[in-house]
């Protein structure tokens, strides 16, 4: 699929963003696409503004030049009935967890329900839940308040918090960062059912196991830019410098493993196809 191919089906796209932090320049430029139905991994170093892009497509930050588009709209002057249709379908995973502190988890769970579904009853909203925390095992953990819980698990309830509504375009922010290898796999299977039932998927991760199993399309940006974006094989064997070494600079980053995430990702997408 090439890029103009991919604006014309774009669930979000961003032209020509830029947005300041302060003194810091965060988005210097940036324009992207994101198709229908694909998953789009964001790579880059440490600092360079995924988060902050991740968080402007989504409409959470505004930007202070540039315009977002949701299907073809201006997402930030949306009215209030559009801005509800798009808050709607999509769920945002936040790398801090990011839940109300005075509810319970079956409370934070509860809110987008009761915000975006008024039709559901209690019963339904309780069921939904109950169903979404059995997947994780976590139903013994529904009247926790996040003062209660782990770094781990507060991100874990982020994370079920974004797909209890059954979002079709869901936001990713590190959804496995500080979370032990067991649930790790239960996520990552989740989002493999979230990726086969068509859902768009835009993700920040530094996870292998996450990439391989999500991206479609690979996002390459540094210090506010984008290097590269399209398909993942494509972006991936890019012969461009600066690619090459924001690329080589995120691997070095991942010190907690020793397989170089490349070799990686050839090695399982090599075994998929055989």
């Known amino acids: 699929m090439s890029e103009d191919t991919a604006r014309e089906g774009a669930v979000i796209e961003l032209r020509d963003v830029h947005l300041s932090l302060g003194d810091y320049e965060a988005l210097r430029g940036v324009s992207a696409s994101f198709p229908a139905g694909e998953s789009t991994v964001i790579m880059g170093p440490s600092g360079c503004g995924k988060s902050t892009l991740l968080k402007v497509a989504a409409g959470i930050i505004p930007p202070d030049s540039g315009t977002v588009f949701f299907r073809g709209r201006d997402l930030f002057t949306l009215s209030e009935r559009g801005t ?36 559901m009853s209690a019963r339904d909203v309780a069921h939904r839940i109950t169903r979404t925390l059995e997947r994780l095992g976590m139903e013994d953990s529904a009247r926790q308040r996040p003062a209660e ?10 994370f079920l918090r974004a797909l209890v509504t059954e979002p079709t375009l869901v936001f990713m922010d590190e959804p496995t960062l500080s979370i032990d290898f067991h649930l790790t796999e239960k996520i990552t299977q989740m989002i493999r059912d979230l990726k086969a039932r068509g859902a768009t998927i835009i993700a920040v991760t530094h996870d292998p196991q996450l990439t391989s199993t999500l991206a479609d399309r690979l ?13 993942f094989d494509e972006v991936r064997k890019s012969h461009l ?34």
């Not at 819980?149 to 982020?158: N, T």
């Open 84 to 119: 509800r249709e798009m808050r709607k379908v999509n769920g945002f995973v936040f790398q801090d967890g990011a839940l109300w502190e005075n509810k319970t988890l079956f409370e934070n769970l509860a809110l987008p329900l009761e915000v975006h579904h008024p039709e």
């Open 149 to 158: 819980m782990s770094g781990g698990e507060k991100k874990v309830a982020s």
């Open 219 to 231: 996002l390459v940006m540094d210090a506010g830019k984008v290097l590269a974006l399209g398909r």
């Open 241 to 274: 410098p600066r690619v090459r070494s924001v690329i080589s600079q995120v691997l070095g980053e991942i010190a907690s493993y020793d397989t170089d995430l490349l070799e990686l990702l050839d090695t399982e997408r090599d075994s998929d196809e055989n």
